[in-house]
C-alpha cells in the first residue's frame, strides 16, 4: 500500500486547502486557550509568517492587570 494515507492527514490536508482558499489576501487569527494562560497569533498564509504573536504570559500584560492577565473583569458576589 504505497499510496495509503492517514485519516489523520487526509483531514489535515483538507482543513489546509480550505483555509487556503478562504483566506485569499487576509490574516488569520491564531488562538489557543489553555488550563492557565490565553495564546493569540495574526499569521500571513500568503508570506507563511507569523505577524504578531501575544500571550497572558507577556510582562506587559501581567504587570498591567493584577491578577495576571487571567481574568480582566472584576466578578462581585
Not at 500500500?1 to 480550505?18: E, T, Y
Not at 490565553?38 to 498564509?45: A, T
Amino acid at each position: 500500500m504505497g499510496n495509503f494515507i492517514s485519516l489523520h492527514d487526509r483531514r489535515k490536508q483538507r482543513n489546509r486547502s480550505s483555509l487556503k482558499r478562504k483566506s485569499i489576501g487576509k490574516l488569520r487569527l491564531s488562538v489557543f486557550r489553555s488550563g492557565k494562560h490565553i495564546y493569540g497569533q495574526i499569521i500571513d498564509d500568503i508570506k507563511g509568517q507569523t505577524i504578531t504573536a501575544a500571550s497572558s504570559l507577556e510582562s506587559e500584560i501581567k504587570n498591567k492587570h493584577k491578577n495576571g492577565g487571567k481574568r480582566s473583569c472584576n466578578i462581585s458576589r
